[in-house]
C-alpha cells in the first residue's frame, strides 16, 4: 500500500477520485510542526537552530500518520507546490521520523487525473532548498515578531505588533495619507462645444488656442473661461481633418495571486483574505490551478483545451494563441498562472459549486479563456475643427469585432461619429464651459495596496492577504465608506516610531532585497543561517540601544490646557490602544480620566438617545469607541459600538451579525436586530454556507467550521 499525504480532507477527497486500489490518501490537516508559542523558538548560540514544536490539535493527527506510515510501503507527500508546502511536507517526514527510502515527494499545480498520475511517475526528493529559504522567511518573520513587539509594548502600549512586511505596507498607508493632508488643490476650466452640419450634431473639445495646445491647468477660473466661451462664440468653424484607424485592444493575461485579488476585490467586492480562501476551496475541488503564483505561464494541454472549446464555441476567428512573460521579480517559472483545471468546464456546468466559489471559478475561467482569444479591433475616427483662433477635436470609437470582449472585459463605450467632408462649414449651437478640481492621490484599496506591494517586490503571492489582514486587526489601519485604508492614530505614531528609529525594517527596498535573497535561498546560492545572522545581530543591538535612549512618556504624553475636576492639577493627553484621552497628571493618587471632546467629523456623526430622546453622540475613552449622551450628567446613557461583520442574519433576514462584547468581557456575535431578533454565534461567521446543512460557517481560530453542532 502507498500511503498518499495532502494538507487538507478535500484535496485528499478529490485526489482519491483518480486513484483507486493501492493508495491511501489522508490528510495532515495542515502544519504538524511550528515554532512554540511561548518563546523565540530560534537559538542565535547554535547557529539560529529552530525548536520546533507538535502543536497540541496536531499530536493525535501526527499518531495516526506514524502508524499508518508503519504500514505502507512507501508514503508520498503531496502538499502544495510552493515553499510553504515543500516545508511542510519536510515538517512530516521529520514528525513521523521516516527514513530516507521510505518517502518520496510528488509536486502538482492542478489536481486532476493527468496531474496527478504524472506525479507519480516522477516522483523526487525534498528540496531542502526551498524548505530553507522557507525556514528563513520563518525566522525574520519570529525574529521581528518576538523583538520588535515587546518594545513596542513597552514604548507604546501593550498588543501592538512589528513586522517586515506589515509594516512596510502600514508606511505605505500613512504616507499617502500624508500626501493627501499636504495636497492643495487647483481649479481648472475646459471647453466643450456642439455643432450640427446637416442636420447632425457634434460634440468637440477645445484642444489648441490661437496654436498654442491647451494644457491641463492652463484655464485657472470661470472668468477665463468665460471670456474664451465668448471669443468662440464669434468665430465661424469648419472641418480641418478627418482621421480614420483600426487600432486593437489585447485581452489581459491569466491570472496570478495578486491580479486575482485585485480583480476580485473591483468586481466581486471580495477581500483578499476570502478570496484566498475561496481559491484554496477551487484548487482542492479540482477546478483552478495552484492560486499562489506570481507565474504567467501556461502548460501546452490548457491552451490546446483552451483552443478547442473557443473554435468550436465562438468560431475560428476567434482564436488566437498567446504566450505571456512573467514581469513579477523572483517569479518560480516552475509554476503556471492561474486557470481552470480543465477548459472546457464552463462555469455553466460547474453545480456543485457554492455562489462564492462559482463567483470567483467565472472571474477565473473568463480571464482565462480571453486570455487565448483574438484581439478586439476598434475603428476609431478623430475630426479636427478649425477657426480663426481655436482648435477643436471630437472623438469616437466603434466595435468592429468583439474578440475577446466576447468573453471577458466588460462593455467598451461606443461613439459613433457623424459622416463629415474636410471644410465642411459648421453651425456653433453651443458652448459649455466645465469647472474642474485636480484631485489628490486616492486612498489604498485592498486592490491597490496589493498592487504597490508586488510592484515593489514586498513579499510574494502568499503574504499580502496575511498583510492586510494584521493591519487591520491590530487597528493600524481602518477602511472609509468607501472601503479605502486610512492611518489611525496609534498605526500613524508606531508608522512615525519604527521610520526614525528602525528604518532598515520599514525600508521597502530593504524589505525587497531581502525577499531577493530568500530567493537566492531557495536557489542554493547563500546560506539562510547567514542570512538571519546578518539580519538578527545588529537589530539586537539597535533595540538594546533604543530602550535606553526612548521614553515612553514622550511618545505616549503630552500636555494640555484642561484641569482635572476633582482634584484640580493639570490633565494631560494620554495615548492608549484605541487614542488619546485625557488623564489626570497627579496619578496615581488621582486617577481621573476622560475622553476628548469628539472632532467636527464624529459630530456629524448622531444617533438619538432612547432614555431621553436627546442627540446620541460618538465619543473616545480610554476603553474605546462609545455612543455616549448629550445631556450629560442629566442623562447618563450610553451605548456599545457594534462591529458589523458584513453578514446578513440567517434567522429574521433583516438585522446584519454584529459583534458584541458580554458581562465577562467575551466576544460573541449576534443579531443588530436585538431584542426583535435572538439569534447568536459564539464564533465569527464567514459569510459562506455549510453544503450539508446550509448553516453559517464560522472561524474557530484559524479553521473553518460548521455553526450546526449537530453537522458532522
Known sequence: MKLIIVESPTKSKTIQKFLKSGYKIVSSYGHVR??????????????????YVVPTKAKKVVKELKELSKKADLILLATDPDREGEAISWHIAQALDLSEDKFKRIVFHEITESAIKESLNHPREIDIDLVNAQQARRALDRIVGYKLSPFLWKKVVRGLSAGRVQSVALRFVVEREREIEKFKEDEFWTIDANFKAQEKEITAKLVEIRGEKLKKLDIKNKEEANQISEEMKKESYSIADIKKKETKKNPLPPFTTSTLQQEAYKKLGFSSKMTMRTAQQLYEKGYS???????????????????????EKYGEQYWESRRYKTKSKGAQEAHE?????????????????????LALYSLIWKRFMA??????????????IKSESFSLRASGQIIKFDGFLKVYGGKLEEKELPSLSIDEILELIEVIPSQHFTQPPARYTEASLIKILEEKGIGRPSTYAPTLSVIQERNYVQKDDNKRFYPTQIGTLVNDLLVKHFSKIVDP??????????????????S???LIAEFYEPLEKLIKEKELEI??????????DEICEKCGSEMIIKLGRFGEFFACNNYPDCKTTKPIEETPEEKEKTEPCEKCGSEMKLKRSRFGVFWGCSNYPECKNIRKIEISTGVNCPKC??????????????????????????????????GEICSKCSSLLVLDKKETKCSNKECS
Open 289 to 311: 490551478t495552484y492560486h499562489r503564483t506570481d507565474s504567467l505561464n501556461i502548460s501546452a494541454q490548457a491552451i490546446s483545451e483552451a483552443k478547442a472549446f473557443i473554435i
Open 509 to 526: 527596498e530593504f524589505t525587497a532585497g531581502m525577499e531577493t535573497d530568500l530567493d537566492k535561498i531557495s536557489e542554493g546560492k547563500i
Open 371 to 384: 486570455s487565448q482569444m483574438a484581439s478586439t479591433i476598434l475603428d476609431q475616427t478623430s475630426i479636427d
Open 551 to 560: 521614553n515612553k512618556k514622550d511618545i505616549t504624553e503630552r500636555k494640555s
Open 34 to 51: 511550528d515554532l512554540p508559542k511561548s518563546k523565540l523558538g530560534i537559538d542565535p548560540e547554535k547557529d539560529f537552530e529552530m525548536k
Open 337 to 357: 498562472a492561474i486557470r481552470p483545471s480543465y477548459p472546457s468546464r464552463s462555469p455553466e456546468n460547474s453545480k456543485d459549486l457554492d455562489k462564492r466559489q
Open 653 to 686: 433576514k433583516k438585522g446584519e451579525i454584529v459583534q458584541k462584547k458580554s458581562k465577562r468581557g467575551r466576544h460573541f456575535y449576534g443579531c443588530s436586530s436585538y431584542p426583535d431578533c435572538d439569534f447568536i454565534l459564539n464564533q465569527k461567521p464567514t
Open 528 to 530: 539562510w543561517t547567514s
